[in-house]
């Protein structure tokens, strides 16, 4: 059983950072696709980034430049840090392992970037 936790959301100034982890248990973390996505109501997921299991990272194009996504295998946890934050950056980021065509799901931190 495959659990994601996520963690570090919170409220941040327009230009400020923050960092997002999300602990994963119950599966061989170094074989899978991680990334992360964000929701705001009335619209749909978007992925934000994505990091293979080579290491490979690719980016919403909104977000590069400002954002970088990262995994640490030994500690089953991947990374968003955030800087450069805007307040359409504003929404509730969930944490997404995609192994083969299986998605599993955290139940997201809410991060909110004031004007």
């Known amino acids: 059983q495959v659990q994601l936790v996520e963690s570090g959301g919170g409220l941040v100034q327009a230009g400020g950072s923050l960092r997002l982890s999300c602990a994963a248990s119950g599966s061989i973390f170094s074989i899978d696709d991680m990334a992360w996505y964000r929701q705001n109501p009335g619209n749909e997921r978007e992925l934000v980034a994505r990091i293979f299991r080579s290491g490979a990272t690719t980016y919403a194009d909104s977000v590069k430049g400002r954002f970088t996504i990262s995994r640490d295998n030994g500690k089953h946890t991947v990374y968003l840090q955030m800087n450069s934050l805007k307040p359409e950056d504003t929404g509730l980021y969930y944490c997404?392992?995609?192994?083969?065509?299986?998605?599993?799901w955290g139940q997201g931190t809410q991060v909110t970037v004031s004007s």
């Open positions: 997404n392992l995609l192994r083969g065509s299986t998605n599993f």
